[in-house]
């Protein structure tokens, strides 16, 4: 195992209105987005703001699925961090993009707790990561 | 403005293994965290899994923090989210880094919701951002 986990940034435009600006919708979205990838719920805690905006995060046994709202911009930020590699977040990300009406959207993944990026720092001699040409992970932090 | 939020992703290694499994100690530099940027403190949720490791979410009115730790590999992962313009999340990562004792550390910061990259994947023509160059933000999304 060479990362403890996989953080995918999901930034959301033209989000449907309504929708982002309901702690309801959001508190659903949030569930069955981690259902889409048979993650653990543990708790789900969602707060709406004044005038307008959501904050919603889903606590997980892997880690968590967290979304933040501006309905006045359409706009919509998300965050799923799973850790392990038996889920794949990405099935929460293409459930939230469709759940939220997204038009335009935005991705990017990073490796979080990454044992081969702590070597590089340390000037330690690199092995091929055989699986690397396919890693879908972006970012060594 | 041009950008809703600046995300800091925070990786420390070398953390202190007894505060890292720990909710109270977890839950408490949360609300400290909190405090050391003065954004406003909703609510902080804390689980402890089995055999160990933390996560705990503090609800901002300013979006959140988070963390996810790791005993058995001395390590945390750090995330703080702050909406808006007033509020340095640099003071929070300063202060987790200092509470969780860690010896390595890594800092990624990322603009979330940011209207200059939609206007660049548009296509339109784009004006000389005067504070681009002293810009903390590294990402673009």
Redesign the interface.
Known sequence: MDT??R?L?L?M?GCCKDIIDSVDAVKEILAKATESTKATL??V?C?R?SPYGV?G?A???E??I?V?T?PE?G?A?G?I?I?GSTINPQNAASFMIQAFQAK?T?L?E?K???FF??KI?DGRPMEMNANAIDSQST?Y?
């Open positions: 403890l986990g953080h940034i930034e435009w543990v708790d805690v707060h703001f904050t995060v606590i997980l046994a880690s968590h967290s933040h501006w911009y706009y930020a965050d961090f850790c335009e935005s990017l990073l979080r707790g990454d990026a702590m720092r970012g932090l």
